[in-house]
């Protein structure tokens, strides 16, 4: 009775400890916290207790999913069956945790487990893998990249940063590639036949990607920056901005008139550039004149740079027309200039180059034209007078002047230039005659008798021939107005440019320097220069 006792109580201990055991076993799965991209290789940890000399553990991936071949660690064995996604692995008791490495599919996944084992009496002991069984996927898109420095549109010179990030947020860029365009016809794009040229390949993200571009040894002109990053899994992504390269600004120099020069008349200012084969070309040179009054050769006697042109067309040189008198009469006064040639190239870029030069101009000039002229000088001259000299006539060519002498009634040949007379000149040729005024003469007079004379302009800016109330009109001034207003002379008539014109009756209205004209006098006078 004791026997059988004792033998009921060793088979409810033994089940009791075989229930224990079964029990004991647990296997547990644990994936990455975070998402993981689509493609990228992440690790799976298989923890397990209460194993009996050995255990089995088989992992059904999820679909698109693969396990990554020799990547399993802690492991007695693993064999994994492609076709099914299933890895089964064979754990040694004494071995708590194992690991293998998975490829992640483009979608989330669900991973299903179970293990098997034998308890102490050799019987089965199978359950279901726990802990962690979802992976949360984020898809890998291709690199973001952006160029932060320059900026877009920037001018650059010299050795320049070019910094970009990735807008991603992926963090698992490769390396990322520099490079630049030369844009000749500056249009903002890669058409014009050129080839990009590499910059750099920076393939180490310490610091940020980023180059240094020597932009010295290339030609000053439109350039496209690009950069391309590339990922691990060779997706790429490029951004492109517009820059200007400008180390090389203009070297203007003139080369006409040269330093030192005496000029007059109309002066041809020219200039050339002589900057680096490398510079940009050139927008417009704009050329000025500055009164250097004391004639120290610097401009800092509070006078003003003023413009003579800007000239836009380099085709046929760079070049402006100094044109220092005005009608006939210098539009500035004699004395030491400087002339300054200012070059701008396309980018904004300045150079400019100064001389030094004297203006001695005439003080009037007139215009002669082939044919007849009636003309006539407002002042008395320094130097030849007779009317060969001044209106440089050949007689031996046909050349001639005549004057009207109104006392003798008849003409006069080649007579002595004197101011307040009107001469008629043949030339066979155009030609431009000037003079020099004598500042010294007294202020000239001529005699007038009744019927027409020939009289000149008495100055060297134009004045009415007639202002109702006015003192200030030609007749007043040369004392051919009474001063109630009484005109003594009947009619004013000039010829130019091959036609007649007077006053009161036709359309001349105004005495114009250098004109001569003929005058209708009621009486006999006395007309008075000026030397205003």
Same mark, same amino acid.
């Given at each position: 009775m004791k026997k059988r006792i004792f033998v009921s109580v060793m088979a409810l201990l033994l089940l009791f400890a075989m229930a224990a055991t079964a029990s004991a076993v647990s296997v547990t799965r644990d994936l990455p916290d975070v998402p993981v991209t689509a493609g990228a290789e992440f690790e799976v940890s298989i923890s397990q207790t209460g194993f009996f000399v050995v255990g089995t553990v088989t992992e059904v991936l999820p679909v698109g999913y693969a396990y990554v071949g020799g990547s399993a660690t802690g492991v007695d064995d693993a064999v994994y069956t492609p076709g099914t996604r299933t890895l089964v692995l064979t754990?040694?008791?004494?071995?708590?945790?194992? $690991?293998?490495?998975v490829t992640a599919g483009t979608a989330d996944g669900t991973f299903v487990g179970t293990y098997a084992t034998v308890d102490g009496n050799a019987d089965p002991v199978l359950g279901d893998v726990g802990g962690q069984d979802t992976v949360t996927i984020v898809v890998n898109g291709p690199p973001q990249p952006r160029i932060t420095s320059p900026a877009n549109g920037d001018a650059v010179s010299g050795t320049v940063p070019v910094t970009a990030v990735d807008d991603s947020g992926e963090g698992d860029i490769a390396? *990322?590639?520099?490079?630049?365009?030369?844009?000749? !016809?500056?249009?903002?794009?890669?058409?014009?036949? /050129?080839?990009?040229?590499?910059?750099?390949?920076? $393939?180490?993200? *310490? #610091?940020?990607?980023?180059?240094?571009?020597?932009?010295t040894l290339i030609p000053d002109c439109?350039?496209?920056?690009?950069? $391309?990053?590339?990922? #691990?899994? @060779?997706?790429?992504?490029? @951004?492109?901005? /517009?820059?200007?390269?400008? !180390?090389?600004?203009?070297?203007?120099?003139?080369?006409?008139?040269?330093?030192?020069?005496?000029? !007059?008349?109309?002066?041809?200012?020219?200039? $050339?550039d002589e900057s680096s084969e490398f510079g940009a070309g050139i927008a417009y040179t704009r050329f000025e004149y500055y009164y250097d009054e004391n004639c120290n050769c610097a401009a800092d006697d509070g006078n003003t740079w003023v413009e003579i042109g800007n000239d836009t067309d380099g085709t046929d040189g760079w070049s402006a027309e100094w044109d220092t008198l005005t009608d006939g009469v210098a539009a500035v006064p004699n004395g030491c200039y400087m002339l300054r040639a200012t070059m701008v190239d396309m980018h904004g870029r300045t150079g400019s180059d100064e001389i030094n030069v004297e203006l001695s101009n005439p003080d009037f000039c007139i215009d002669l034209k082939a044919g007849k002229n009636l003309v006539s000088i407002p002042k008395a001259i320094i130097g030849p007078k007779h009317a060969n000299d001044v209106f440089n006539l050949d007689p031996y060519a046909g050349e001639v002047c005549w004057y009207y002498r109104a006392d003798l009634e008849r003409y006069v040949a080649n007579p002595i230039v004197k101011p307040c007379r009107g001469y008629w000149v043949f030339k066979n040729a155009p030609e431009m005659i000037c003079v020099y005024f004598d500042d010294a003469a007294a202020a000239p007079t001529q005699s007038l008798r009744e019927g027409w004379n020939m009289i000149g302009h008495i100055r060297t800016t134009a004045m009415p021939v007639y202002v109702e109330g006015s003192d200030a009109d030609f007749g007043s001034i040369t004392g051919l107005e009474e001063p109630e207003g009484t005109k003594l002379y009947r009619q004013i008539a000039t010829y130019?440019?091959?036609?007649?014109?007077?006053?009161? *009756?036709?359309?001349?209205e105004e005495m114009t320097p250098g004109w001569g004209y003929w005058i209708s006098m009621k009486q006999n006078a006395t007309m008075s220069g000026s030397w205003v």
């Open positions: 754990i040694d008791s004494g071995v708590s945790t194992v $690991t293998y490495n390396y *990322a590639l520099f490079e630049y365009y030369n844009d000749t !016809n500056c249009n903002c794009a890669a058409d014009d036949g /050129n080839a990009w040229v590499e910059i750099e390949n920076d $393939t180490s993200s *310490a #610091g940020g990607w980023n180059t240094t571009w020597n932009t439109c350039h496209l920056i690009r950069v $391309t990053m590339v990922d #691990g899994t @060779d997706q790429n992504g490029t @951004d492109e901005i /517009n820059v200007v390269v400008s !180390n090389h600004a203009p070297v203007p120099n003139i080369t006409a008139p040269c330093g030192g020069d005496v000029l !007059n008349r109309s002066v041809v200012i020219s200039v $050339t130019h440019d091959g036609t007649w014109t007077d006053y009161p *009756a036709g359309s001349l």
